[in-house]
């Protein structure tokens, strides 16, 4: 497949390889957190950690926006669609979330609520209009990728005069949950920076990362030889002693991102003044609501719906794993307990998360279950 | 099922639907049979016109299969849910390493499905059977009200007679065979999910549906020792393999630069973030062959128009997962599928 093949390139991946072998010293060790669960995905499916000398440890970050959604946000959704009979929208992996009363959107369909999975927000849309009668609301979730394609949503549902469609707002935003990792004290030593988040929001907003806490970011694209490429560049910043954001996904990715989109997020978003991520806890301005225009989709307005925080299950690593702490293998319940098939913790939900992808991809390394 | 003229209603094929008194066991229901399924399948066995039909005896050990099918939607690039009860059937019986010999079908109506579609899904059926040399025997035909059914639902059973000395079987996979793969993998179920979600593309994705029966017994007359055979349906080839291995108690190393993907079905899996391993297959088989012989079933398999890009794939061995060589070359596992395979989120 062109413009695809070219970037899983199997002899190319082996030249990379042998320079970051070649530079890194192998004295000290090279701590790089992927920040975005599509670096997750793409190194545990592509095995690219077979690939890397043993001092250069990846560490998953937060950036799998399944991962992330609290408890309580599931169980928002779950009463709208159970008990205010609403026709629920959402992102495929959300279906899967386990929310209190062992419940998922997945189950509460299954014991009769009106849950769908939507491919795109305009397929919420069209549901809305097809559904005159019923109220829709889409649990919109996901970090600035997603957030623009709401705005658009919300910008035509109200230019079409949509009077049954709302939102359940749950877009958080990236440099939030970097900053919450380098101000917790996560030893690392630089950032594999996300791919599309940044083909939105641009390379601008990593700048304090490296001026401030001096760290290095190297934004990638998706694919393993990017991150290939990213880890090079950050192994040869540390070397130096520098901390600058660079871009390897030059392909996709400006300084400035994608202005249209940023517009259409600010027309339509607000920052919330705090809100509550899995694993990182409650983080001032980490989030987005409707403006106050918009007040007419919002559910949590229209339907009174209340959040209502629910710790995590207690045996569950995914705070600390997400918070880069702990791999997936050091939490108990890891295979056993947890597995994708029954997902204790989010991190085991998406296969962007870092438990469902060591799991899924990387055990046999460690001779779990 | 001999309606005198004068009685019988005339089946609106054009325009007309299924309704409730079609499988209501009188004159409508008969009057359907004889019109359109009898006519269709017509066959000696079928016309005797009993609750069962009577086949000569056969020697040897017989093998039967049944499964349901319940596509949506009902017609895909490359086949429709009629010859896909068909072929998934026979490939079922020819996946033991037996010749099919006989077909059965039971349908669940829905209320309200246009006849025009019911007919050419029969038809569709009727040619499969044909193309494959397996009647179709015996039938049951019932009405759900409208809402109760997805449009039809087709659920076949498949006879076979099993030659001597052959027994194929998922526990028999020991560490050091060969796997071998008879061609593309995805390419049904891109096809069906490709359909429903209005995707399209430069190529348009076509599924695999075919009944594989031909292609087995030119495989089994290779002499070459087989130990399995599968065709990797639901679940696709990632779930096919970790059943194989389940069941012999071994491990497998796959090599992913040997496993073919069409061009649209991975620019679609790609753009669904679905994996090709995962995706269902209609017409692909899997076979497990003892190392010395790989070579020659391969060109066996080759020389099949079914497989010309069948290809060894990998190698069972003595460990516990399914893993694979990736083109990149690193390591990963190929699990089971957890639920369904849901698409990624950004």
Partial sequence: ?????????????????????????????????????????????????????????????????????????????I?????????????????????????????????????????????????????????????????????PATAVAIIEAASYGL??????????????????????????????????????????????????????????????????????????????????????????????????????????????????WRGLGALPDSALKLRLAFSAYDAEVKFSAAYHPVPDHKACECAAILRGEKTPSQCRIFGSVCTPENPVGSCMVSSEGACAAHYSYGRFREGAT | MNIAKQYARPLDMKNGRVEMSHGAGGRAMAHLIAELFARAFDNVFLAQGNDGAVMPAVSGRLVMSTDSHVVSPLFFAGGDIGCLSVHGTINDVAMMGAQPLYLSAAFILEEGLQLADLQRIVESMAQAAREAGVPIVTGDTKVVERGKGDGIFITTTAVGVLGDGVTLSGDRALAGDKILLSGTIGDHGMAVLSQRENLSFDAPIVSDTAALHTLVQAMLASGASLRV?????????????????????????????????????????????????????????????????AERLLFVMRAHPQARQAAIVGEVNADRFVQMTTKLGGRRIVDWLAGEQLPRIC
């Fill in chain 1, 163 to 276: 009077k049954n469609f709302s939102i359940l707002c749950n877009h958080v935003l990236t440099p939030s949950a970097m900053h919450a990792i380098v101000a917790g004290g996560v030893a690392l030593d630089g950032f594999i920076g996300p791919a599309h988040v940044s083909t939105v929001i641009g390379s601008q907003p990593y700048e304090v990362f490296a001026e401030v806490y001096a760290k290095p970011v190297v934004i990638a694209g998706f694919e393993p030889l990017d991150v290939m490429q990213a880890i090079l560049m950050l192994v040869r910043q540390i070397n130096e002693g520098r901390a600058a954001v660079e871009n390897e996904f030059t392909r996709a990715v400006s300084r400035a991102g994608n202005l249209k989109a940023q517009a259409l997020v600010a027309q339509v978003f607000e920052l919330r003044d705090t809100f509550d």
């Fill in chain 2, 229 to 293: 055979l599968r065709d990797p349906t639901r679940g696709g080839l990632a779930t096919t393999l970790n059943e194989i291995a389940s069941q012999s108690g071994v491990g497998m190393l796959l090599n992913e630069a040997a496993i073919a993907v069409n061009a649209p079905v991975a620019a679609a899996c790609e753009f669904l973030g679905l994996d090709p391993l995962y995706v269902a297959n209609e017409g692909k088989l899997v076979a497990i062959c003892a190392p010395e012989d």
């Fill in chain 1, 1 to 77: 497949m062109k413009y695809v093949d070219e970037f899983r390139d199997g002899a190319l991946a082996g030249r990379i390889a042998e320079h970051i072998a070649a530079t890194v010293n192998p004295a000290r060790d090279y701590r790089l957190m992927e920040f975005c669960g599509g670096h997750t995905h793409a190194i545990s499916r592509y095995g690219l950690a077979d690939l890397l000398p043993s001092c250069v440890r990846l560490i998953h970050g937060p950036g799998c926006p399944v991962c992330v959604l609290p408890i309580g946000r599931v169980d928002q959704a």
């Fill in chain 1, 79 to 147: 009463r709208l669609a159970c008990e205010a009979g609403v026709i629920l929208c959402t992102y495929a992996d959300t279906m899967r979330v386990p929310a209190s009363d062992h419940l998922t959107l997945m189950r509460a369909r299954a014991q009769g609520a009106d849950v769908r999975m939507i491919y795109s927000t305009q397929d919420a849309l069209k549901i809305a209009r097809e559904h005159p009668d019923r109220e829709v609301v889409f649990l919109a979730i996901g970090f600035e990728t997603t957030t």
